[in-house]
Every structure is written in C-alpha cells, then in structure tokens.
C-alpha cells in the first residue's frame, strides 16, 4: 500500500513521463503536505518510489455534475476527494502500477475517508498534454469516472469524477 511522504524519502530520482510531475514530486509535495494542501502517498519497491498519488479535500459545483448525481436546488457545491496528482516511473510502466495505486487510494477513500467526514464524490483533473491524456486511464478503470458536464466555453471539459453515494448504494 501507500506509504505517506516525508522528508526521509529521496525523490531526486522519480522519472515519470511528466516533466511537471517529476518537479512535484522533487521539489513541491513536501512543502504542500507540510502546509495542510495535499498529502502524498508514494509506493515504493526494493525502497526505490515507483509511483506516487496526491490527495486532497476540495468540493465540486453542482452544474459540472451529470443529472442524476445531485439532488436539485438543494446544494451549489457538493464535498469530494480530488486526486490532484498520480504518476507512476517510466522505469515500471506498463505493469498497471498505476490502476494499483488509483484503486488503493478508491479504497482509502471510500473506507476511511467516508467514514469519517461527508464525502460525495471522487474528482480527477487528468494529466492532457499534446503528446498524452489520461483521461483513458481513468475510464478504462471500471471504477465508474464519468466526464463532468462541459460548461466552459474556453477549453473542452477533461475533469472526470465518480458519484461515491451512487456507487456505495447499488
């Protein structure tokens, strides 16, 4: 399972296929974790980090939803767990290291999380580059992400997010 960050941990060596996930992982999750933003949860083999997930608490509004996910007129935002950041090291890619960790950190949530404080929703704003998106990662899971409902006109809607209350009651 996850392991927790913290200043034990070298990270000088974590190599995703993301420039700005590296650069987290080395030099800004720490200091978040220590201000209350995120919290990091590194899995590590043979003490090397072969992936890592970031945790937050944030809420969603309620137009981003699909009908159906909220009860009408009764909410503007609703509470959730955003998954600010998920990488695994090009090193280990392709063994679904990182369906390992995205279904570690649904369990967290729903089992720990939910169970301490109102929780609604799981959110993700996948990682969509010009060379890649994850947003395929995420709906492959089978853990239920839907595309939240496009309502910006500036750039095309990638946030994705799973109705936890949906899912918990079937």
């Known amino acids: 399972g996850g392991v927790?960050?913290?200043?034990?941990?070298?990270?000088?060596?974590?190599?995703?296929i993301d420039d700005d996930l590296n650069d987290f992982i080395q030099h800004d999750a720490l200091d978040e974790q220590g201000r209350m933003l995120s919290k990091t949860y590194l899995f590590l083999y043979n003490n090397t980090i072969i992936g890592f997930i970031t945790l937050s608490v944030d809420s969603v509004r309620v137009p981003y939803l699909k009908s159906g996910d909220f009860e009408i007129g009764t909410y503007y935002s609703l509470p959730c767990v955003l998954i600010g950041r998920l990488a695994v090291d090009r090193a280990y890619g392709g063994q679904d290291i990182g369906t390992y960790i995205l279904n570690w950190a649904v369990g967290l949530i729903t089992t720990v999380v939910c169970k301490c404080v109102g929780c609604r929703y799981i959110t993700v704003d996948p990682l969509v580059t010009e060379k890649y998106s994850a947003v395929g990662f995420y709906m492959k899971s089978k853990l239920g992400f839907k595309h939240m409902e496009d309502i910006r006109m500036s750039?095309?809607?990638?946030?994705?997010?799973i109705n936890l209350y949906e899912s918990l009651n079937k």
Do not use: G, M, V
Not at 4 to 16: A, K, Q, V
């Open 155 to 161: 750039k095309p809607e990638t946030r994705l997010y």
């Open 4 to 16: 927790l960050l913290n200043s034990s941990h070298d990270t000088s060596n974590f190599n995703s």
